[in-house]
């Protein structure tokens, strides 16, 4: 049973250029969340889809969109980088019913870096 | 908004000691806390969870109690291997899958 996969696994940017990442989520699960890590610190939350719409969306600007296809995959696209986009972008994927206790599963990310 | 901070870190401890690393959190409603951790190279893995107040979670040896009156799930472990080293991050889930998580603290078990 696979697991949530994220590709690329590396990505070299400029600044003002745009990047899609893409996310397959673990088998059986209908909600895909998308998370920013930069450097020593903790994941902090882009945005979630469910159904193929974005659900709900943390304190990120326009230029980080998303998308959900209805095999549940997901892409993350941000226009526009900024040197401040460099990180590492985590997927995670759930269940939505009783989705309060449900753990997130993640991929291993796509390492980002904008020069 | 939600928010959980973490003891800082880096915790250098010898095999075999003993381990606490401290979470509180800020959050409305009634969430569901997470310990998660991640390997290097790697994304975040489960390690344990507690749903509501006074429950324990606990998974290869770490456990943690979800503390309602004192907003707490500090994570513990009775003797420490070096497999353990990672780093380790307490999340509050609320709102359907929202998940807010601490900055992490990073544990390194000496031989």
């Known amino acids: 049973d696979a697991g949530v996969t994220q590709s690329p696994t590396h990505l070299i940017k400029t600044r003002g250029q745009q990047v899609t990442l893409r996310c397959s989520p673990k088998?059986?699960?209908?909600?895909v969340s998308w998370y920013q890590q930069a450097l020593g610190q903790g994941p902090q939350f882009i945005f979630q889809?469910?159904?193929?719409?974005?659900?709900q969306r943390g304190n990120f600007p326009d230029r980080f969109s998303g998308h959900q296809f209805p095999n549940y995959s997901s892409e993350l696209n941000v226009n526009a980088l900024l040197l401040g986009d460099s990180a590492l972008y985590l997927c995670?994927?759930?269940?939505?019913?009783?989705?309060?206790?449900?753990?997130?599963?993640f991929g291993d990310g796509t390492r980002l870096s904008i020069l | 908004g939600n928010s959980v901070t973490q003891m800082e870190g880096p915790v250098t401890l010898s095999e075999e000691a003993f381990l606490t690393i401290n979470c509180t959190y800020t959050?409305?409603?009634?969430?569901?806390l997470f310990w998660y951790v991640q390997y290097p190279g790697e994304g975040l893995q489960l390690l344990l969870k507690?749903?509501?107040?006074?429950d324990k979670g606990s998974n290869k040896g770490f456990e943690a109690t979800y503390r309602k009156e004192t907003t707490s799930f500090h994570l513990e472990k009775g003797s420490v291997q070096v497999s353990d080293s990672a780093v380790y991050f307490c999340a509050v889930h609320t709102n359907a899958g929202k998940s807010t998580f601490g900055d992490g603290t990073t544990l390194t078990v000496k031989p």
């Open positions: 889809y469910y159904e193929e719409e974005e659900r």
């Open positions: 995670a994927s759930s269940l939505l019913t009783g989705a309060d206790g449900q753990p997130q599963h």
């Open positions: 088998s059986g699960h209908d909600t």
């Open positions: 959050a409305t409603g009634y969430p569901s």
């Open positions: 507690a749903t509501k107040a006074d």
